[in-house]
């Protein structure tokens, strides 16, 4: 390996650890339901994508509705590819 293959293994480990602190703290707040500085774009966007798909984010899903759902994705991606 060259040098200058080190050096991108390097600079991309950097920006992982780097990114590590402030992605934590961002998820974190999210997480909790506190606000974040993405709030105010993000927010309208994901009501309008809730909207469209019928999804109500103050109900939980159930095991159940999550394999059918996983195997539903899995099998639009298998016709798809």
Request: glycine residues 6%; hydrophobic residues 60%.
């Amino acid at each position: 390996m060259t040098i200058v293959g080190w050096l991108q293994i390097a600079l991309v480990l950097g920006a992982v650890v780097a990114a590590a602190w402030p992605l934590g703290l961002y998820m974190a707040r999210l997480f909790q339901g506190e606000a974040t500085f993405l709030a105010p774009i993000v927010r309208p966007v994901e009501r309008a994508l809730y909207r469209l798909a019928s999804v109500k984010p103050e109900t939980e899903q159930t095991a159940l509705a999550y394999t059918l759902a996983m195997l539903a994705f899995n099998a639009a991606g298998f016709v798809l590819l």
